[in-house]
């Protein structure tokens, strides 16, 4: 009986204010939006607690009120030996889990679609349409181990675990992976996309307030998995260009060669800038081609692509 009572007290003094302390320093950066991509996510999780709290809390209410009701030694006002059936009761605890259900069903069709990653935007924000004359920003994202690294082929530049956005421009993300699949993940931007080695993803997406925030890789990559970060900055126009600016006259080239030294598996990796791009690398990574004389995967579909219909639609391997 002792131990049981220090036990308690431990766990009341000890480990409890331990445990809020180490939740304290999370942030709730999901809830907090400052993307309109993101900002739709986090509405649709609330709709989507709120729906099923209808059944959670109701169904937790009557447990306790059928315990304390019911409890042994209390005799019930009212008592029917032969009940065994009761027709409002069954529509009740069919029909509202039912309604629910389809209510769900409905938003989640419809917000698959409208918050579709390949879906190009058609508004800034809530109210703020998207103009015809505006034109996105490409973003070219690589998934490396352990590191990312964004090309801004408009601007001839790149970075290195540092991903800067003007306000209320959309930006169009291409993404690939070097060596195994990846996640790009940017709670308060837009959610999250895979990355995958040979294949390119798209992501659309818009920042609607500046400040500076974080993105993480959310699929676990091994050993330096944990520091997979990168710094997000919400920048103005004039902001942004001053940083692109910044970057094409102090930073250094980032050519084939320099570009297979940086895909080398690495963990920390600070901050880094390129002034200037290879042309074409992204899609030299995209189809795993960067080393010179290595066949583009590109090329290699190509070829099976004419064999096949050589062979009448039959492929079939050339002989050896």
Known sequence: MRQKTLT???FRWFVTPLALSFLGGCKM???????????????????????????????????VIFAIRYRKGRSPEKYDPNFYHSTSIEVVIWAVPLLIIVCLGAVTWTSTHELDPFRPLDRISAGK???????PLDIQVV??????????PQQGIASVNELVLPVDVPVRFSLTSTSQMNTFSAPTLAGMVYAMPGMKSELNAVLNVPGDSWGYSGN??????????????????AGFDQ????????GSTLSAQNYLALEAPSQKVPVM????????????V?????????????DVMRKDRALDRDNGGLFSPPAM
């Not at 002034?275 to 030299?284: I, K, N, Q």
Request: hydrophobic share 55%.
């Open 143 to 152: 998934a490396m181990d352990w590191k990312w690294l964004f090309i801004y």
């Open 220 to 237: 676990y990559t091994g050993l330096g998995y944990s520091d997979m970060r990168f710094q997000l900055h919400g920048v103005d126009q």
């Open 29 to 63: 950066v999901v809830m907090s939006p400052t993307g309109d991509i993101a900002l739709q996510e986090r509405n649709l999780i609330l709709i989507a607690l709120g729906m099923m709290l209808l059944i959670i809390i109701p169904v937790m209410a009557l447990t």
């Open 273 to 284: 800038h390129f002034a200037d791009v290879a042309s074409g690398l992204f899609d030299r």
């Open 8 to 10: 308690s007290r431990y």
């Open 129 to 135: 349409p998207l103009a015809a004359d505006i034109k």
């Open 243 to 250: 940083w692109a600016a910044g970057i094409k006259a102090a």
């Open 286 to 298: 995209l189809n795993r081609c960067v080393v010179i004389g290595a066949p583009c995967l590109a």
